[in-house]
């Protein structure tokens, strides 16, 4: 992950984050031993600006990229979630030392 902050001014400031992640899930192919390897690369950037009109008002703007999808097709979470309540799970891809019950 890469993240840059940076501040315009002492009311105005922004960021750039981009993430690259990887994931390999084994997927069972009907024989005991037998599996088929599913290589996912997820590709991620965000960029922020906020600016502070007065103390109780605070503009904000963002935009967001996701590239692909876990199947590697492209997917646009603005166009797919568009005037829908929709709530943002983000899990371990990799699980070094034990990964979580919940995932």
Sequence with gaps: ???LDHYFSNRTTGFLRF???????????GQ????TLQDTKFNN???SVSH?????????????????????VP???RDRTEGRVTLLFFGYT??????????
């Excluded at 005991?32 to 599996?35: D, E, G, R």
């Excluded at 502070?52 to 590697?72: C, H, M, Q, R, Y």
């Design 1 to 3: 992950m890469v993240r």
């Design 19 to 29: 993430n690259v992640d990887e994931a390999v899930e084994s997927i069972p192919t």
């Design 32 to 35: 005991l031993t037998a599996k």
């Design 45 to 47: 950037g965000v960029a």
């Design 52 to 72: 502070v009109f007065t103390p109780a008002l605070i503009n904000e703007t963002k935009f967001g990229v996701t590239l692909n999808d876990t199947s590697g």
């Design 75 to 77: 997917f646009d979470f």
């Design 94 to 103: 990799n699980c070094p030392d034990h990964c979580p019950m919940h995932m």
